[in-house]
């Protein structure tokens, strides 16, 4: 046998493990980092300690910056390595020392210092985030066939938002207890013991020698190298730039909670039910979300998610009762659910094996060069006007997003099919 034959023979042997491997990686792990990363305990703790909107946005814009200047490093990385399993470990540990830190930070700091380790922490969690984003998914489209995936994809994310539902209930009873004399830092410390744990899940794996890597490069190399990749395929070139404008769509992300609570007074037993509301439907959405995927591709769920998204923020805006924030947050979980899945798994389907490692780095460098300006445009934009075109400017975002998605990107998964 050759050593495509080989590499494709290990795939099949080992599926059921890594399947059950990545499965349980992603429900401790999302779970986790969830509640880092949903649009409740992280914008309204730093709101409360800064009491600036500005700071919020740039908490999360220095995540994504952080998350924009990594990936291309982490494909040149590596794009010539046969496997890149204890390069994730490494890595993913990092991601997780920030975690904890962001912890420490809420027990043991003043005030103002602690506002800014939290923003310094965010910062180098995208840093270490970005990273992994390449290398996670390069080892998915290794040891995980392209027709399996968007069910793994979305049934992992739906285990993992079922359980964050609850700890993000938790979490509010957390903050409204002031548990270890700080409520937030307690949340954060959980996130830290979840998402460890999810790691060593990846202790299971098996991954297979890729057949066929690249020759090792320096990085000032692959970035020479970048404009011919994308002249030789414009519908990738179209599809990374629908996906930078559905990340810019996010710059509302933080500001959602705070525009609510311009409108209701909100406790943390609320702040907690909008944190499981928004659990509950993105992993329940992710999961439909990935069947559908299965059948029909990731550009269609990426078309029908981002719409749904549309309507669930331009609901928030009209929402005359607290309830009708709850139903907002929930279309707006499964439009983001949605969105996060396809576009992060759409990449995968351009492309030679050899240069997804790049292709992944491309797409989201561009992607979360967008995050960096889109929050702190958006903390700009509420503190000169109102949190009300911060929510209007991401859904211009979202729709011109969908639009080029629509129009100028193709099924790829056509190309694999023709290919096999």
Known sequence: MNREEIFQQEVRTHLRRNYLAHLVHGLLGQTGFRLLNAPTFIPYYIFELSGSNVVVGLARGLQALGMSLTPIFAASVVEHRRTVLPTGFLVGGMMRVQVLGIALAGFFLPREWNVVAVCGLLGLFGFFLGMQGVIFNTLVSKVIPVERRGFLMGLRN???????????????????????????????????????????????????????????????????????????????????????????????????????????????????????????????????????????????TFLLSVAVWIVGAALLLQAPAFQWVLVAYAGIAAGLGGFMLSSQNLVLEFGSRENIPMHIAVANSTSEAMGVVGPIAGGLLAATFSYTPVIVMAIVCKVLALAIMLFRVDEPRRRIEILT
């Open 158 to 300: 739906f285990l993992a938002g079922v359980t964050a539902a609850g700890v993000g209930r938790f979490g509010g009873w957390l903050i409204d207890q002031n548990a270890l004399g700080n409520g937030y830092a307690s949340i954060f410390l959980l996130s830290f013991g979840l998402t460890a744990a999810g790691l060593c899940a990846l202790l299971l794996v098996r991954e297979p020698d890729s057949p066929t890597v690249r020759a090792k490069a320096a990085v000032r190399q692959r970035l020479r190298e970048l404009p011919a990749l994308l002249r030789g395929d414009r519908a990738f070139t179209f599809y990374f730039v629908a996906r930078a404008l559905g990340v810019a769509g996010r710059m509302a992300m933080p500001f959602y909670i705070l525009y609510a609570g311009t409108r209701f007074e909100i406790s943390g037993t609320q702040l907690g039910q909008l944190t499981a509301v928004f659990a509950l439907s993105q992993s329940t959405f992710q999961l439909l979300w990935g069947v559908m995927a299965d059948r029909t591709g990731f550009r269609a």
